[in-house]
């Protein structure tokens, strides 16, 4: 019989030892990918939202704007520079931007804003700004009227959950709420009658309207038709003041971003503030957005363009939300060893367990003219046999748990959501699909186990056969 035959065989002679064994394996792979996954997921997630709602992955600015981003720190940009960055073949488009701050103001209500000016049609190619404008919207008298209507019981319940809560996509709205594909034709209608709301993007000559996120909506209560007043600071100290009605209301998942956005036509803003043909910054859109391909292009096109102007990378942009997903990342990786750790004890408890019953067995093999290197192979065989059951249930029973989440991320609620929502974060937590995550989990659970077999070989080459044999 071949080794790997008769190690398979050992394996099922206790069954219970063998599967306590693969047991703690499994459960260390399991927790540490489905943790891991959480982990890289939500920064995954707070990444994408704030690059895709506000930053870009690339950025052409003035090189002092962003240590002191204020209107004196700007510079002309003309369609000739535009030109020359759009022949590089990672480059799909340049979008400038005209940004600032002011005071917005709506009846008794006051709020410092950012103030960003777009060119509408460019800048929704880029950021999908269109995409985000606000469907339906879950107000306190909204919900009453749904609840007088003849929906489930169980989209009722969920309606309190979601109070006041912003939506520009049915799919996630019928997530939310629970209904199904089978169920949507009969409640989405109803939905749609009590909960839509009128709402519109905007145009190049709408000079005077603006686009303001639902946080900032709800701060200043200024729905769709209000009329906002910004009051600030513009070109050379002049003073900025306008009066201006909002035309749309956009959900941004980036929460800190969504409470204090405004956005307007770049004309709008630059007559608002006195810098006629100038910006703040230009936002490069990109084919690819690899963090190679960011890096590259960024190095091509600084050789373009002259001083004073610099290119930024997203990294550079976001440098103090980069530093604490880094650390929060550490923080994380430090539970895993512990995890590890914990989970490495039960295998070498695991393993003297076996060690010690199986002694008067070994003598006895030896004893007979067993080699006691043909014993090591075979005792390492079971070991790893039982290593890649533990680490392929692992991996297996992870899976669907972190497909589901990807699809159906964790939405908190309450305190815990207000507490998310405080730090700039969207109250969601999403899981990342499979990636090298994966195979570094599997290598470390490998390591462990290689130990476990060195310190097993080590006790069968220093075994005493006659002591072994009075075990």
Do not use: C
Request: aromatic content about 10%.
């Amino acid at each position: 019989m071949k080794d790997y035959q008769l190690a398979w065989k050992n394996l099922w002679r206790n069954k219970r030892r063998t599967l306590i064994t693969a047991a703690s394996v499994f459960f260390a792979v399991f927790f540490a990918l489905v943790m891991r996954s959480f982990q890289l997921g939500a920064y995954d997630r707070l990444f994408k939202n704030v690059i895709e709602s506000y930053s870009g992955y690339l950025q052409l600015q003035h090189e002092d704007y962003f240590d002191d981003p204020n209107l004196d720190n700007t510079f002309k940009i003309d369609q000739t520079l535009i030109d020359q960055m759009k022949e590089d073949p990672n480059v799909n488009d340049v979008v400038p931007r005209l940004e600032s701050f002011a005071l917005a103001a709506a009846g008794s209500h006051t709020q410092g804003v950012i103030v960003l000016g777009i060119d509408p049609d460019r800048e929704d190619k880029v950021m999908k700004i269109s995409n985000k404008l606000v469907k339906y919207k879950l107000t306190s008298g909204t919900i009453g009227k749904l609840k007088n209507d003849s929906i489930p019981d169980k989209t009722k319940k969920l309606l309190d959950v979601f109070s006041n809560e912003a939506y520009y996509s049915e799919a996630r709205l019928m997530m939310d709420l629970g209904i199904s594909d089978e169920d949507s034709a009969t409640i989405l209608p109803i939905i749609r009658r009590h909960a839509s709301i009128s709402n519109g993007y905007l145009t190049e000559n709408g000079t005077s309207e603006v686009v303001i996120g639902d946080g900032l909506s709800e701060y200043l209560k200024a729905g769709v038709g209000d009329t906002i007043v910004l009051m600030g600071q513009g070109y050379h100290g002049t003073t900025a003041a306008g009066k201006y009605m909002v035309k749309g209301i956009i959900k941004l998942p980036a929460p800190d971003i969504d409470n204090v956005i405004v956005y307007i036509p770049i004309e709008s803003a630059r007559e608002l503030y006195a810098a006629p043909g100038m910006a703040t910054s230009a936002v490069i859109s990109l084919n690819s957005n690899d963090d190679n391909d960011i890096l590259q292009t960024g190095n091509r096109l600084q050789k373009i363009i002259s001083d004073p102007m610099i290119i930024k990378t997203w990294q550079q942009l976001n440098a103090l939300m980069v530093n604490q997903m880094e650390a929060d990342n550490k923080s994380g990786m430090i539970m895993i060893a512990v995890l590890y750790m914990v989970i490495a004890f039960g295998v070498f408890g695991t393993v003297l367990m076996m060690l010690a019953e199986r002694k008067r067995e070994f003598g006895m093999l030896v004893s007979i003219g067993m080699k006691k290197k043909r014993l090591a192979k075979v005792i390492s065989l079971e070991m790893l046999f039982i290593g890649f059951l533990g680490v392929a249930a692992g991996v297996a029973g992870s899976l669907p748990l972190v497909f589901y989440g990807n699809i159906h991320p964790l939405k908190f609620t309450g305190e815990f959501a207000r507490m998310y929502e405080d730090m700039g974060f969207e109250a969601v937590m999403p899981t990342m699909l499979p990636d090298t995550f994966y195979l570094w989990q599997v290598v470390v659970v490998l390591v462990i186990l290689v130990i476990a077999i060195i310190f097993s070989t080590r006790k069968i080459f220093r075994m005493n056969v006659i002591n072994a044999m009075r075990a």
